[in-house]
């Protein structure tokens, strides 16, 4: 294989079969196609003064020997996470500026809200929501009806509403 002739010639005998092999192998036309085409490119690249008794046979060693080569590439690449995989998961664990923000103001606001009730209202609802008492137990405490102590809940949150109306979204949920 001296010159461009011997390659051309080669290339009609062989690459027919070289590209079925191939194909055969990978199940990906595409990729049969790009290495039976590298074989050839790196046939042509070896060294003209060295002669090749089956240039078949190395046609079809360097076929298998990039084939080889693709594979490793393939099984060496970290592509092949799912891209459901929670280590892949690159959000913040800190909230964003805005919502810290939103919430920081919402819960100033709800201090204030709760700092103008009454003291009868503010202790129900403390009672109530932090120290999970029921309204039998809070009216026993302040010594009145279970009625008249969810009137006071009622009331501490109206108030408390009324007082958030119209700010974030966060205060109203």
């Known amino acids: 294989m001296t010159d461009h002739l011997d390659l051309t010639r ?5 690459a027919s079969d070289l590209n079925g092999y191939l194909r055969q192998r990978l199940h990906c036309p595409a990729l049969a196609d790009d290495l039976c085409q590298e074989a050839f ?11 090749l008794e089956e240039p078949r046979a190395y046609l079809f060693r360097i076929a298998n ?13 970290i592509d092949h996470q799912p891209l459901d995989d929670p280590r892949l998961c ?6 964003c500026p805005e919502t810290a923000t939103e919430s920081a103001l919402c819960q100033r606001q709800l201090r204030r809200a709760m700092a103008s009730l ?13 120290e999970g008492l029921t309204q039998a137990e809070i009216g026993r405490r302040f010594g ?16 408390c509403r009324s007082e958030l109306v119209g700010t974030t979204s966060l205060c109203q949920e």
């Open 10 to 14: 080669l290339y009609r005998m062989h």
């Open 41 to 51: 490119l790196r046939l042509s690249q070896r060294p003209c003064n060295e002669g």
């Open 65 to 77: 020997n990039l084939m080889i080569d693709h594979h490793r590439r393939c099984y060496s690449r």
């Open 90 to 95: 690159l959000a913040c664990p800190y909230s």
């Open 118 to 130: 009454p003291p009868r209202l503010l202790q129900a609802l403390t009672w109530h929501r932090l």
């Open 144 to 159: 009145v009806s279970e009625r008249m102590a969810g009137r006071y809940i009622t009331q501490a949150l109206e108030r």
